[in-house]
């Protein structure tokens, strides 16, 4: 069975700041994809970044970069240059290789202006 | 991107009735969806897979006959809660099958009175 741990249940940062959210997550699988998806107040979820687990370079989107370490099973979320509309709920999530997904806990995101 | 709808946004039923709630993908064809639950502030809990034309697969603990899942045509799968009670309240997702990532939708509030 897969599980996704985020261990930092709310997390603030100061508007224009950087700030680090972190997964780590347990499998036997070698193939599977890596998620994080943001939930804002409207409740839909909205893809942020996609890793595959067989790429060794790090996916980016814009202000938006993981730190991929497989090896430790980790998958951390940096966002850069934060801005008030990234206030959220985000979550990690793990799709294994019958395209099932798994969630983190979630972390809550609080840009302060 | 894909766009997956859900409808009714919003239900409230009484004790007992049962609920349908159907969730579409406007402008591609899925032949997986997935439905989950959310509770306040906590995590999305995969509840089952619905395929095209067969039986849904269920996740350990979520009861079959209290949640039947149908998945008629490959745009439509629909979740009806039986015999629903308070407990059953709760934020239902669906999510439908691309590649290398899941679609979602915007969620169902039931509340059961």
């Known amino acids: 069975a897969q599980t996704v741990t985020q261990s930092q249940p709310e997390m603030s940062v100061q508007e224009a700041e950087t700030v680090t959210l972190s997964c780590t997550y347990d499998?036997?699988?070698?193939?599977?994809?890596l998620f994080w998806y943001k939930q804002p107040p409207s409740r839909q979820m909205i893809l942020v970044i996609r890793?595959?687990?067989?790429?060794?370079q790090n996916a980016t989107e814009n202000r938006f970069s993981v730190n991929f370490q497989k090896a430790a099973k980790s998958f951390s979320l940096k966002i850069s240059d934060s801005q008030l509309g990234d206030t959220a709920m985000y979550f990690c999530?793990?799709?294994?290789?019958?395209?099932?997904?798994?969630f983190g806990t979630g972390t809550s995101l609080t840009v302060i202006p | 991107g894909a766009v997956v709808s859900q409808h009714p946004s919003r239900v409230i039923c009484k004790s007992g009735t049962s609920v349908k709630i159907e969730c579409r993908s406007l402008?591609?064809?899925?032949?997986?969806m997935f439905w989950y639950r959310q509770f306040p502030k906590q995590s999305l809990m995969l509840m089952a897979t619905?395929?095209?034309?067969?039986?849904?697969?269920?996740e350990q603990g979520v009861e079959k006959d209290k949640f039947l899942i149908n998945h008629a045509s490959l745009t439509l799968s629909t979740l009806t809660v039986t015999s629903a009670h308070p407990e059953d309240s709760s934020f239902y997702i669906c999510?439908?099958?691309?590649?290398?990532?899941?679609?979602f939708g915007p969620g169902t509030r039931l509340t059961v009175t």
């Open positions: 402008d591609f064809q899925a032949t997986t």
């Open positions: 619905s395929n095209e034309g067969s039986k849904a697969t269920y």
């Open positions: 999510s439908a099958e691309g590649l290398y990532e899941q679609y």
């Open positions: 499998t036997s699988e070698s193939n599977y994809y």
């Open positions: 999530a793990f799709m294994n290789t019958g395209n099932q997904f798994y």
């Open positions: 890793q595959e687990a067989y790429k060794q």
